[in-house]
């Protein structure tokens, strides 16, 4: 465990060890206890920090990496910022696939910590030469000395929370864990934690979240992939347009959808409500708590952890900005419009 006031060698080892927080105040109507495992407390500011270092610790264990070696990884954003700052601890270059969906705050985040980016169209197959897979892999290729992360279809990327998040949840929370809701996009936060939990106490309840768009859910219930499912949506880092190896749909109780609209407004009100500054998957999480309180699933004894994976501060462009909102139509009579606390005194 991390040590008050201890003096730490590098960033890299600020790595997990994130807070456990109770919710007050978004949670009040509903039965049961919430608390937020805050991953925006790494110092990349999101849980892939976890998987970053691990899967490159690794790599070199194993003479995969070597000095001088060039890491190439696909991302909506959170996993390049953390290759990227693991890089250049250990020396390594960086280059990432990223897709159009992800911000221009995290693309920005992503130059400035050295990064080579290739921004890839979002709303392409992933068989497609123009996806962010497969223009990764055309690099890795073409690229001698070259390391592709593959963290979609890496089971180090489930290993990685196993060792830790899980861990540190059950310790947390001192075994009276009774639900983990977390977001899905690669899986290997939910699939790692989830496997952790259920070895310690397999009654304990494992609620995905996925996004209306997305195939997950209906793979989990049918293990068929239905391209129907597919279609554009917004929320970053949330679901798939394929079944990724990295998601151990057996650890996984069951999906909730949620859609970008509520997502977005809920991640303003966590921010309103309980002065956290969370990314656009937060609200997504939070979003999915309040539809299963609908539906009266939790209990006056419950004790859920919902994982928090990352900071709102890299969603200025996005679900922060009014401008933004305003475009995607999700300002409406239920959700008006907030620019009118600003006042300009001339």
Not at 143 to 168: C, R, W
Not at 191 to 196: E, L, P, Q, V
Not at 296 to 312: E, L, S, T, Y
Request: net charge negative.
């Amino acid at each position: 465990m991390k040590q008050k006031n201890k003096v730490f060698d590098n960033v890299l080892d600020l790595v997990g060890n994130t807070p456990l927080v109770k919710l007050n105040r978004i949670t009040s109507k509903l039965k049961g206890k919430f608390y937020a495992k805050v991953e925006s407390f790494n110092p990349g500011q999101s849980s892939k920090d976890r998987i970053a270092l691990y899967i490159i610790e690794q790599a070199e264990k194993q003479g995969i990496l070597k000095p001088g070696d060039t890491i190439i990884e696909t991302t909506s954003g959170n996993t390049g910022f953390s290759l990227a700052m693991v890089s250049i601890i250990k020396g390594y270059d960086c280059i990432l696939a990223v897709s159009s969906k992800s911000s221009l705050d995290k693309i920005d985040m992503l130059k400035t910590m050295g990064a080579k980016v290739y921004v890839c169209p979002a709303h392409v197959s992933a068989d497609d030469p123009r996806s962010y897979y497969q223009v990764a892999k055309r690099l890795h290729d073409e690229m001698k000395g070259s390391v592709y992360i593959n963290q979609y279809f890496n089971q180090l990327n489930i290993d990685a929370h196993y060792a830790s998040t899980g861990p540190e949840i059950w310790e947390q929370t001192e075994g009276k864990i009774t639900h983990l809701v977390a977001c899905s996009g690669t899986g290997g936060t939910i699939s790692g934690t989830a496997k952790y939990l259920k070895e310690q106490n397999p009654d304990i309840k494992i609620i995905g979240v996925d996004a209306f768009g997305s195939v997950i859910k209906k793979y989990h219930e049918t293990r068929e992939f239905d391209e129907k499912e597919i279609y554009p949506y917004r929320i970053e880092g949330l679901g798939k347009n394929l079944i990724p190896t990295a998601t151990d749909f057996d650890t996984i109780d069951e999906f909730v959808k949620v859609n970008d609209e509520d997502s977005a407004h809920t991640a303003r009100e966590i921010a309103r409500t309980e002065g956290m500054f969370v990314g656009y998957t937060s609200g997504a999480a939070i979003q999915a708590i309040k539809q299963l309180g609908e539906e009266k699933r939790f209990k006056n004894d419950d004790f859920v952890v919902i994982i928090f994976p990352d900071h709102g501060s890299r969603y200025m462009s996005k679900v922060y900005c009014d401008k933004w909102m305003n475009d995607q139509g999700f300002f409406d009579s239920i959700h008006e419009e907030a620019s009118q606390s600003i006042q300009y005194i001339k």
